[in-house]
């Protein structure tokens, strides 16, 4: 089974550029989340999407942070325009559909390391 | 307020040298907890999901038990391999799915 697909791996922008990101989930897999990691921190929830729909997206700055997941598959992250704190690891992540017992695991993607000098 | 607190912050072991990392839990109904490893420069890897108190998983050297505040990670007899950070996050119950996430060990196995 192919894993949580993210592109670009790297990416290194000046401040107030723009930039995206891109993740393709596990096959069958309806919840995708959006996570930003600073080093030595764990993973900060930006965004989920169940199917299509915004289930959760309160700590995304929106004034310059959007997210979409157009027919419930792939999804973009974009920033416009970055400043220098937003250098971290985007991190995409899907889950399974729940099951009668149960199954919220979240299998993640390599990563998106970007550096804003 | 619900919090995961994980300890300590970094260990570092000799190869064969049995520990355990702790993951203590202040959450308004336990869902879940779960377990990743992440190697630097990768995503986080699932291990295991504990659901209830008295539960416990093992994968190769590594142990997962479940107490009604706590955690613990044991690894039996490390290997280098083993370096790595492991995360802890729990699911509180509710409608979504959104992850409580600690702060992880990093451990570092000396051969």
């Known amino acids: 089974e192919a894993g949580v697909a993210q592109s670009p791996r790297y990416k290194i922008i000046e401040k107030r550029q723009s930039v995206a990101f891109w993740c393709n989930p596990i096959?069958?897999?309806?919840?995708l989340y959006w996570y930003q990691q600073i080093l030595g921190q764990g993973p900060k929830l930006l965004i989920q999407f169940q199917n299509n729909g915004v289930v959760d997206d309160s700590q995304l700055p929106k004034d310059r942070f959007s997210a979409e997941r157009l027919k419930g598959v792939d999804s973009t992250l974009k920033i416009q325009p970055a400043k220098l704190e937003d250098s971290a690891v985007y991190l995409c992540a899907s889950s399974p559909p729940s099951t009668s017992g149960g199954s919220y695991e979240q299998y993640f993607g390599p990563g998106t390391r970007l550096t804003v000098t | 307020e619900d919090q995961v607190t994980q300890s300590p912050e970094a260990l570092r072991l000799q190869e064969g040298e049995s520990s355990s990392l702790n993951c203590s839990y202040t959450?308004?109904?336990?869902?879940?907890l779960f377990w990743y490893r992440q190697d630097p420069g990768k995503g986080p890897e699932f291990l295991f999901t504990?659901?209830?108190?008295?539960e416990e998983k093992e994968k190769e050297r590594l142990k997962a038990t479940l107490t009604k505040k706590e955690s613990f990670l044991h690894i039996t007899a490390p290997k280098p391999e083993d370096s790595a950070t492991y995360l802890c996050?729990?699911?509180?119950?509710?409608?979504?799915?959104?992850?409580?996430w600690g702060l992880g060990t990093s451990l570092a196995v000396n051969p």
């Open positions: 996050a729990v699911l509180r119950a509710g409608n979504n799915r959104k992850l409580i």
């Open positions: 096959s069958g897999h309806a919840t």
């Open positions: 959450v308004s109904g336990l869902r879940g």
């Open positions: 504990l659901y209830s108190a008295g």
